[in-house]
């Protein structure tokens, strides 16, 4: 029936298009906050678009999942067969797992320091690499977007700090990715994947008692009012995997994908921006609202924590390719 419902939906995209006066239009889904690093340049695309392509693209941005949830978009992407309304979003790298087994690098425990080994990454011929098998499964990925580093949350009387005893017993929401699945049975915890939606209410009710998270998600959807630890943990990354139908991008006439690859170029450098200052005025805010309380892991808690997740490098070397892997860790010479 939902399958049902979704085909009608899709059908009714690929009516004619007249509202906006527009050749194409573009619909943008994502499932965050309007004003997080993805919500702004999101909204940024679109407003150069709308400027600078009047009459021969629009585009519309849905935040807060109000067109599709998570998972749903991409099924939607591959489903769409109208030339001139495609669905663009920018799911996070942990959502391509039915897609691509290359991208789960991307959620190994540790594979990044900071934001500068990630955009040695991303800014690579790796990238190509790593996302050119989407293209077979009616996908073209565009560029990537940042979030930041993710951090752990809890309700409980202690912070996490030690593994495994502080993560035995407790249940943790995490996206649909096989990697942070393996991670956090590494750690010691009971894993739980749940769409971005519906993680407040899970951790308000106790469904889970703690999530993984970049700061600007904690912080706009209100999670650490209903934790009461953060443990700055950076573990992983959070980024963003910006794709459109490879069908819709291939019959767009060649002059209007260069202009829009020229303006996602700008929307990905504003980005870089704001999901930097994200990462240090969220957590300020979160330390102000004195909800949950921030703390900072020791260098030797931050490399049990390390320790603990190696057999997950072990566990998804085949899968991601170990050929691979190690031209992504000679790369950020670990
Ligand atoms: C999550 O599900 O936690 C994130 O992927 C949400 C997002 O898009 O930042």
């Known amino acids: 029936m939902k399958r049902l419902l979704l085909v009608v939906f899709i059908a009714t995209l690929g009516m004619p298009f007249t509202a906006a006066q527009a050749e194409y239009l573009i619909k943008f889904s994502h499932v965050v906050a309007p004003g997080t690093p993805k919500g ?109 580093m993710k951090v752990f949350s809890i309700k409980g009387d202690h912070p996490l700090r030690k593994v495994p005893d502080d993560f035995t017993g407790k249940k943790f929401r995490i996206q649909s990715s096989n990697v942070a699945e393996a991670m956090i049975k590494a750690l010691g915890g009971t894993p739980q994947k749940l769409p971005f939606k519906e993680v407040y209410t899970a951790l308000a009710q106790g469904v889970v008692d703690g999530q993984e998270n970049a700061w600007s998600n904690i912080y706009s959807k209100k999670f650490y009012e209903v934790q009461s630890y953060i443990s700055v943990s950076n573990h992983s990354y959070l980024g963003y995997l910006v794709v459109v139908s490879q069908d819709f991008w291939q019959h767009l006439p060649k002059d209007i994908r260069a202009q829009l690859t020229e303006i996602l170029k700008e929307a990905t450098t504003a980005n870089r921006q704001y999901a930097a200052e994200a990462d240090k005025e969220d957590r300020k805010k979160i330390e102000e609202d004195h909800y949950a309380k921030v703390v900072e892991l020791t260098p030797q808690e931050r490399a049990a924590w390390k320790q603990a997740c190696q057999p997950v490098w072990t566990q998804f070397r085949g899968e991601i390719g170990g050929e691979l892997l190690d031209e992504i860790t000679g790369l950020l010479k670990k």
């Open 40 to 148: 702004k340049a999101a909204d940024l695309f679109a407003k150069l678009v709308n400027e600078r392509m009047k009459g021969k693209v629009k585009v519309e941005v849905f935040p807060n999942s109000q067109l599709y949830n998570d998972d749903k978009v991409l099924e939607a992407m591959r489903l769409n067969t109208s030339r001139t309304t495609g669905i663009m979003a920018a799911p996070s790298l942990s959502k391509f797992v039915k897609f691509s087994d290359t991208l789960q690098a991307f959620d190994l425990p540790y594979l990044f320091d900071d934001m500068n080994d990630v955009h040695k990454l991303v800014d690579s011929p790796l990238m190509d690499k790593m996302t050119d098998g989407l293209g077979k499964k009616g996908l073209r990925a565009l560029t990537v977007w940042d979030n930041g």
